[in-house]
């Protein structure tokens, strides 16, 4: 076995315990197409379901495989970005809501900064059930580092598939601007889940999404 699959058989399986403390309903696999196919069978046919901005999701074709299932998908992925906040507040009660995190911290925080807020704001509230799809790249000592993370990893990165006025966009690194259009307007760290049991991370040992 490769040292990286043995590390990440021994912290997942760990970080996986860490949230289960803190009442998320967690999981770990060895692959993203282990993590895909679970992510499926917790859904039941003819559930509504959307998804947030995620690069990791897409990644690993979970779009894909949800359109082709028997469900309701809502598909922000196809609205005019002019009509996206409509169509986001049309569909913020679905019965599942899929993203990712910008980091996770071994003790089992989740970690995302966010533009608009449409992404943690389904996580917190809103949608019946949550599903988090994340790469073991995400795992992070602790909120320190998960910061770091996403200021110098997740942001300037993401910063590219945007439009956008941002020094990040032209420089490749966080500069902690005052932008109107930044995507770190707001910062939130979820160390419980409330209600018990309502979003399932699945974690999985390769990397995906930035």
Known sequence: MHPVEQRNRLLGPSVVAALRKRHF????????????????????????????????IRQIGLCDALK????????????????RATFLQAHYFSD???A?????????????????????ASMIFGPKRVLLLVGINKVVRD???????????????????FEGNTPCRRTGT???CLSPDSICASFTA??????????SVLLFGEPAGF
């Open 143 to 161: 909120i320190d580092a998960g910061i770091a993370r996403i200021r110098g990893t997740a942001a300037p990165i993401n910063a590219q598939r």
């Open 190 to 199: 979820m160390r419980l889940c409330r209600p018990a049991g309502r979003i």
């Open 68 to 83: 082709a299932a028997p469900l309701s998908v809502f598909d922000r992925d196809t609205c005019p970005p002019e009509e």
């Open 25 to 56: 309903d967690a999981h770990y696999f060895d692959s993203a197409a282990l993590a895909a196919d679970a992510a499926l069978h917790m859904i039941p046919a003819g559930s509504s379901v959307t998804w947030g901005g995620s690069m990791t």
């Open 96 to 98: 599942f809501f899929l």
């Open 100 to 120: 990712s995190v910008n980091a996770l911290t071994e003790d089992g925080i989740l970690l995302n900064m966010d533009g608009n807020g449409s992404r943690v």
């Open 174 to 176: 966080c500069s902690e």
